[in-house]
Nanobody, 124 residues
């Protein structure tokens, strides 16, 4: 049973940066499909970025050019570098992992393991 633990959230002003980390245990980051999702108050959880088993990445349009998803296979950690943050990025951010399967995308239904989330708040 894989476990995921997010960290790195916080409060920043618009234009600032944060790097989220997702430490995996009981799950191998290398060669896996993993992603970041977020949920703002009163809204549905949405996909932000995904990193597939061969290194391809996908992003929701609203974060393209600002966010970068990456893996550190040696440390078994997934990252989300968030630059030029905007107030609309404010949300709880969740790390997710797919147990098996080749297809990978920012689709909630694909993922089996979820972290507890880390809060990101961006003020104007």
């Amino acid at each position: 049973q894989g476990q995921l633990a997010e960290s790195g959230g916080g409060s920043v002003q618009a234009g600032g940066s944060l790097r989220l980390s997702c430490a995996a245990s009981g799950y191998t980051v290398r060669g896996s499909c993993m992603g970041w999702f977020r949920q703002a108050p009163g809204k549905e959880r949405e996909g932000v970025a995904a990193f597939d088993s061969v290194g391809n990445t996908r992003y929701v349009n609203s974060v393209k050019g600002r966010f970068i998803i990456s893996k550190d296979n040696a440390k078994n950690i997934l990252y989300l570098q968030m630059n030029n943050l905007k107030p609309e990025d404010t949300a709880m951010y969740y790390c997710a992992a797919r147990r098996n399967g080749v297809y990978c995308d920012i689709n909630i239904s694909l993922f089996d393991y979820w972290g507890q989330g880390t809060q990101v708040t961006v003020s104007s």
